[in-house]
């Protein structure tokens, strides 16, 4: 939320006049901050009460473009010119207090109370912030702020102010380069209003046309990025240049009170019809961003100055920026202290808890120190001086982290080696949990590998057998080059792929070849499936017809391995036609193809899902592992498949593998298993467990390929 970080009279602003004093702050203005922020800490508390609370965002885009336009363009009038260090200089007064304050703090109790596991992610988005990147730092991570699963950082609210610090820097420079190019040319006269109409202008077609198809093509990225953002910047400060002086006439004072109006029922309306489901920011951030434009149009001669200038009103658009600093570190560290998902009376603890410490911060740090004659005389050389110290101060907290992180994930990583390569009895899939008899090594009670701080990086995936926005069908041999006795591949998504140091321990214990091909999202079905933006789906369309025929062509293969996501089950059924029908036709078409050709299938049930927290839970366990991460057998199975039942559709060509046993018992499906984490995020398994099943799938795989005469 970049509310108050723009200039706006927090304290009562007064004009002097002939007949005495006038209150001149813009209290529509404060108003509309305390309806941005309230909106968006009620979409993060009750996203589902709320859908569309995230458009206050939006909403302080424009309060910020409004008011700093406006700034500039006084400064331009009156003196001719933009004074960038003085400019930058209040910017850094008025930001660095409280972000750095935030920042520290939230990065101490991190430190405290979050498990080690998340300080990686969590360092990285720390310094991000710090330096004012974060929202690049999201969209190269291709974060989804809206996906309330994700597994969000309590730094990652500062998107927005990255984007508004980024605004901050871009414009003064853009319009003096305008400035320059002007003067230059043979329009000297051409006023500075025009020029800076004309810039933002331009600003405001290209960026929103750009939104538009940004946020069709790449989602992500589009929610993050400043390119997609700078034009509801452009269109507050266009806002700014537009003189409106007191109505003297009816229809100018119509026009007035309706404009103001419209947009605030518009601002309203957009946090019912916008919800988490919306491409956004596109086209729908129109309804946001003009409405607010409206409201910092018309708003200061309208009832909304009313309503701002209600006391609790207006102290909430005051405290604004702290509050928006504030709540959001709780809103995810709370439920890690609590080892519970947040309650009513927690959420409401930390609405009231955000607003005081916001008050404290606000009015005990950040206005003394504001408007200290100190500060205010503190020259801009000076505050970049500070400033510097102390965003190094800042980032080491984030250096520290990260180091400590370091060094338990070489610890915990040689550990996990020496049980690999050890002969560990009932390590991993060993345990055989479903068994009548299972492997019991008491050893191993309080072993937990790898360890939650390294979970994340246990993947085995390898560049050579991994397609990536890309159709290329791109495949990695395994096992021996020659001599070998059967000749396989396997074909899926990031579920086959996280298999193959698992194939290659196959591959070189059985003396087969297993060759490899894996899609980011994409599996091997004539299904059209949901694969992220047009051109994701385009890529994964063109992967998998390149798939059939390197089947086609490759008829001497002793078997093909098929397995699949089933979070990437979901496609996109014709019409009358269910989403699972739609499922086990896509398989069975491309099963049958494969088999027409002579080769042999064999489907590899999808492992069991775990907890969306699952790797955050074993972290914070010490001592024995307990059964606290672990999920129920019906909750981890609830996906649908679909592989038993296309392959009751191709009787005699299709064999299916079902590991399930290995994962769980007859009730759960426990977080540990044998000493291993079993899970890397909720839907990956680690590359510790996966190759502990080696023995089981190898013997599996075996057992069809003999069914098949092979």
């Known amino acids: 939320m970049p509310a108050s970080t723009a200039e706006a009279p927090t304290r009562r602003a007064l004009r002097t006049t002939a007949t005495g004093t006038t209150d001149a702050t813009r209290w529509d203005i404060q108003g509309l901050r305390a309806f941005a922020v309230l909106a968006v800490v009620l979409y993060h508390l009750w996203p589902g009460r709320l859908p569309g609370g995230f458009v206050g965002v939006d909403v302080f885009f424009v309060i910020s473009g409004f008011l700093i336009t406006g700034h500039l363009l006084r400064e331009l009038v009156t003196t001719g010119r933009i004074g960038l260090a003085g400019f930058w200089a209040r910017r850094a007064k008025r930001l660095l207090p409280g972000a750095f304050l935030t920042i520290v703090a939230t990065g101490t109790a991190v430190l405290l109370w979050v498990p080690s596991a998340l300080w990686g992610q969590y360092g990285r988005e720390l310094i991000a912030s710090t330096v004012y990147v974060q929202n690049w730092q999201l969209a190269a991570d291709s974060v989804d702020y809206l996906a309330q699963g994700n597994q969000a950082s309590p730094f990652q609210h500062f998107w927005s102010l990255s984007v508004e610090e980024q605004f901050y820097i871009a414009l003064p420079l853009l319009l003096l380069a305008a400035l320059w190019l002007v003067r230059r040319s043979l329009r000297r006269g051409t006023s500075a209003v025009t020029v800076v109409r004309i810039v933002l202008g331009a600003v405001v077609v290209l960026s929103f046309a750009w939104s538009i198809v940004q946020t069709q093509t790449a989602s992500g990225i589009a929610y993050f990025s400043t390119a997609t953002r700078a034009w509801e910047f452009a269109l507050g400060g266009l806002a700014a240049t537009v003189p409106l002086a007191a ?18 029922a518009g601002l309203v309306l957009s946090l019912v019809v916008i919800t988490a489901a919306t491409p956004f920011p596109g086209s729908a951030a129109a309804l946001p961003v003009v409405s607010a434009t409206l409201v910092v149009l018309f708003g200061g001669r309208s009832g909304l100055q009313r309503i701002g200038r209600f006391a609790p009103i207006g102290f909430l658009g005051r405290i604004s920026y702290a509050v928006y600093l504030w709540h ?14 947040l309650t009513t009376k927690d959420k409401v603890a930390i609405l009231v808890g955000a607003v005081v410490v916001a008050s404290i911060t606000t009015l005990c740090i950040e206005e003394p120190l504001r408007f200290s004659r100190w500060v205010k005389a503190l020259r801009p050389r000076r505050v970049a001086l500070y400033g510097a110290l102390s965003t190094v101060v800042v980032v080491a907290l984030g250096v520290a982290s990260l ?6 994930q070489v610890q915990a990583a040689e550990f996990a080696k020496q049980l690999g390569r050890g002969d560990v009895r009932c390590f991993g899939a060993a345990a055989l949990i479903s068994s009548s008899d299972p492997c019991v090594n008491p050893a191993l009670a309080d072993v937990r590998v790898p360890s939650a701080a390294n979970a994340l990086d246990d993947d085995a995936n390898r560049a050579a057998c991994w397609s990536n926005d890309s159709d290329a069908f791109n495949v990695c041999a ?5 001599g070998y006795t059967k000749h396989l591949i396997a ?5 086959n792929n996280v298999l193959v140091d698992t194939y290659e321990r196959i591959a070189e214990a059985e003396n087969w070849r297993i060759d490899v091909a894996g899609h980011q999202s994409c599996y091997l079905t004539t299904a059209v499936q949901k694969a992220g933006s047009a051109e994701q789906v385009a890529d994964c369309n063109g992967w998998k017809q390149n798939a059939m025929e390197y089947l086609r062509s490759h008829s001497d293969l002793d078997g093909v391995i098929v397995t699949h996501s089933t979070g990437n ?28 050709a002579g080769i042999p299938i064999i489907a590899l049930r999808d492992n069991p899902t775990a907890r969306p927290d699952v790797v955050a839970c074993v972290g914070q366990m010490s001592g024995a592992t307990t059964s606290g991460c672990d999920s129920s057998r019906a909750n981890a199975l609830r996906l649908f498949d679909g592989s038993e039942q296309a392959a009751a559709r191709l009787p005699g060509k299709v064999r299916t593998i079902d590991l399930t046993d290995y994962y769980c018992t007859a009730t759960v499906c426990p977080a540990v298993i044998g000493g291993v984490l079993v899970h890397r995020d909720p839907t990956h398994l680690t590359n510790t467990f996966a190759k502990t099943l080696s023995p089981y799938l ?8 003999r069914a098949f005469g092979k």
Not at 248 to 263: K, S, Y
Not at 698 to 705: P, T, V, Y
């Open 478 to 482: 395994l096992g021996p080059k020659t």
């Open 247 to 264: 109505p003297r006439t009816l229809p100018a004072r119509v026009v007035r009170v309706v404009g103001a109006w419209v947009g605030a």
């Open 569 to 596: 089950g979901p496609v996109i059924p014709p019409a009358g036609k269910s989403n699972d029908d739609t499922v086990v036709d896509g398989l069975v078409d491309a099963w049958r193809s494969a088999a027409d």
């Open 491 to 495: 074909i899926g998504d990031s579920h």
């Open 698 to 705: 190898g013997d599996e795989i075996a057992g069809a390929l």
């Open 403 to 408: 180091t400590a992180l370091h060094v338990q």
């Open 328 to 341: 959001w570190p709780a809103v995810v560290i709370v439920p890690i202290v609590l080892r519970h998902e």
